[in-house]
């Protein structure tokens, strides 16, 4: 097991959360190396019946050695940024397995990916097809493309991550994703290899992810009949994980839909799956630095806050917070367990029924997708420390952010 107890006290692996917050302070984000790795042979496992690849979504936990921990696996990575793939490659990804997403690439972005040689641009619009030819015209070379199609399936999650949807910035409509793949087919410059489309994230249940795949098998029979073969089919990521009581997507029954829809075609399947490899690979370990009671209300205030942890704040996304020592001696009540932050907004967890005294420690679950990626600075808070535990070890994967790193290329005004 991964995170568990053990005779009362919270384990990481074969490590105490307790040693963690003394040996390195709090707030602090344990990962667990087996965790990722388990979510990323259970997926790969589900997928063998077909040619397949997945990419991992590196906005969901950009850590250097996450990435290491799946680069090794064999994982390809689904980006976003030059800043992610500076990442993936400074970790020792392979560029060749590198997507590339997103629907603003900069022309310093994608020079920089021809540059590395990456496996496939997933092209969102006419003008990133048309930057994209210039570019690799310019610099001699082919760019591999893909079109993202917005299939305009609801995939019944959070407005803020659904991005399936006609009205949603992303990809083009399949009609106008015909005429892009005419176009590209007849540049020198562009190689047509694919079709990718991404409906949201956070995704319990199979039917919008069928929805997709059948909206878009037509498309790919009519590229075959225009001579414009395919030999990828991305299906994007967004597999739900369990934050408190949702259903797990189940990666067996997706691959088995995928497979009997996909039928005689010869397609690779890809995959951009982040939260389901790395969410309940991380927690947040945070101590309580101060417990109070406003007109009967408890509050714990911790020393993690929404800058470190931004989900519950801004999605008002549930995640599980454990006491990292079972039982302690007061009475049980129901706390808000909020941060130090002077927001309103600024809550980890609400009414939850803990036994608390000051500097308890706790665990706030399921966050190692979509954490310490979205934290900032905000207060002039250091950023947290990142540690991977592997079985016995603990490992500093980011150091917790120094006072002199807040004001790092910032100057006063010249005297
Ligand atoms: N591919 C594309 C093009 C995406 O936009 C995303 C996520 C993924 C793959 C990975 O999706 P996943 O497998 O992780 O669901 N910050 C939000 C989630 C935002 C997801 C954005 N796009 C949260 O904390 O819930």
């Known amino acids: 097991m991964t995170f568990h107890y053990h005779d009362g006290h919270l384990y990481a692996e074969q490590v105490p959360l307790e040693q963690i917050a003394s040996d390195h302070g709090t707030p602090t984000f344990v990962y667990s190396r087996s965790s990722i790795e388990t979510a990323w042979d259970c ?27 799946l680069a090794r696996r064999g994982a390809g990575f689904d980006i976003v940024s030059g800043g992610e793939l500076a990442r993936v490659l400074e970790a020792g990804g392979d560029p060749v ?41 310019a610099l001699g070379t082919t760019a591999p493309i893909s079109i993202r199609v917005n299939p305009d399936v609801d995939p019944g999650t959070h407005p803020y991550i659904s991005t ?33 489309c991404h409906i949201g994230s956070q995704i319990s249940d199979i039917q919008p992810f069928e929805d997709a795949l059948l909206r878009l098998l037509p498309l790919v029979d009519q590229l075959q009949r225009e001579q ?80 470190d942890l931004i989900r519950p704040a801004l999605y008002q996304a549930w995640q599980s917070v454990l006491p990292v020592r079972e039982s302690t001696p007061s009475e049980r009540a129901r706390f808000d367990v909020v941060g130090p932050i002077c927001e309103t907004g600024d ?36 950023r947290a420390a990142e540690i991977l535990v592997d079985r016995d070890q603990v490992i500093v994967v980011r150091e917790r952010e120094s006072l002199s790193d807040l004001w790092r290329g910032e100057s006063t005004l010249p005297s």
């Not at 991380?282 to 205030?301: P, S």
Request: aromatic letters at 6%; proline letters at 3%; charged letters at 20%.
């Open 43 to 69: 997926l790969d496992d589900a997928f063998s019946l077909r040619p397949h690849q997945i990419c991992y979504a590196v906005k969901a936990n950009s850590n250097l050695a996450v990435l290491d921990v």
């Open 97 to 137: 397995r590198v997507i590339f997403s997103g629907v603003g690439k900069q022309v310093w972005e994608i020079d920089q990916a021809l540059g590395a040689g990456i496996g496939c641009f997933n092209v969102e619009s006419r003008s990133e097809l048309d930057k994209l030819a210039d570019r690799a015209g």
């Open 164 to 196: 399936g949807l006609k009205e949603n910035k992303f990809g083009v409509n399949a009609e106008e994703a015909l005429a892009l793949y005419r176009l590209a087919a007849d540049h020198p410059a562009l190689s047509v290899i694919g079709l990718d």
């Open 228 to 307: 414009i073969p395919l030999t990828h089919l991305d299906l994007g990521g967004g597999l739900g994980v369990t934050y408190q009581n949702e259903a797990v997507l189940d990666p067996v029954a997706y691959a088995a839909m995928v497979d009997k829809h996909l039928g005689k075609r010869a397609l690779t399947i890809m995959l951009e799956p982040g939260r389901s490899l790395v969410a309940d690979a991380g927690i947040l370990l945070t101590r309580v630095v101060t417990l109070k009671e406003n007109v009967g209300r408890h509050f714990a205030v911790t020393d993690a806050a929404m800058n």
């Open 347 to 382: 809550f980890l967890a609400k009414d939850r029924e803990l036994s608390l005294v000051e500097s308890d420690l706790l665990s706030i679950g399921s966050s190692g997708a979509y954490g310490f990626v979205m934290s900032s600075n905000y207060n002039s808070r250091p």
